[in-house]
């Protein structure tokens, strides 16, 4: 199995300013991906972080707001740029390997 | 295009009971499912999946899920339930019509009463 981690665990950030949060995996996977969960409910995929090449994302996500990095297999960096209040919620990094795909703790962001 | 549904937002039930913690699906081909449980403020972690063999699949932690294909569901159980079961549990499924992206279920809290 994967372990995932990311940095950093929590925020709180004003309005108008950016976060970037990195997740590493201690293993290589073969797809990353980051969703974002309001507390207590489900899980929303963002994007699919492709090595060394654009993004992937869903529908009702966008590059300008959320630019993703993906430099090697085990790393991954989102971040949430010109922050609102609407845009706290959790932030999750997942890896995927063969038929598991693993979670990290996920980034608390408060925005204020 | 693929779905999840979990049609119970809670379970409660009292510790050493059996727990079942409901799941239905639908995909447009052979599905890939999951069930994965969330402790307050953790990440999600992974209890047991099913690809393809045995319609009975045995996970982490004493948890078991039935595939049954006829009535599209993947329930979770466990024989007897602990009070360390209380948690938000999630059903997910895969499917390859859809770039084999997962997609979740609203998730279900379970709450067992010592």
């Known amino acids: 199995s994967a372990v995932i981690s990311q940095k950093p665990s929590r925020d709180i950030c004003q309005r108008g300013t950016s976060l970037t949060i990195q997740c590493q995996v201690d293993s290589q996977v073969t797809m990353m991906f980051w969703y974002r969960q309001q507390p207590g409910q489900s899980l929303t995929l963002i994007a699919t972080?492709?090595?060394?090449?654009?993004?992937?994302?869903e529908s009702g996500f966008v590059i300008d707001k959320f630019p993703i990095s993906r430099p090697n297999l085990t790393f991954s960096t989102l971040t949430v740029s010109n922050m609102s209040p609407e845009d706290s919620s959790i932030y999750l990094c997942s890896g995927r390997s063969g038929y598991e795909q693993y979670f990290g703790p996920g980034t608390r962001l408060t925005v204020t | 295009a693929q779905s999840v549904a979990q049609p119970e937002d809670q379970v409660n039930v009292a510790e050493g009971n059996p727990l079942t913690v409901k799941c239905t699906y639908s995909v447009s081909g052979n599905p890939y499912l999951f069930w994965y449980v969330q402790y307050p403020n953790r990440g999600l972690q992974f209890l047991l999946k099913y690809i393809t063999g045995d319609n009975l699949v045995k996970g982490s932690y004493g948890f078991e899920a039935e595939f049954n294909k006829s009535q599209t569901s993947f329930h979770l159980k466990k024989p007897s339930a602990l009070v360390s079961d209380s948690a938000l549990y999630f059903c997910a499924v895969r499917d390859v019509s859809n770039d084999y992206k997962l997609s979740f279920g609203a998730g279900t809290t379970v709450t067992v009463r010592a």
């Open positions: 972080a492709n090595q060394g090449s654009e993004a992937t994302y």
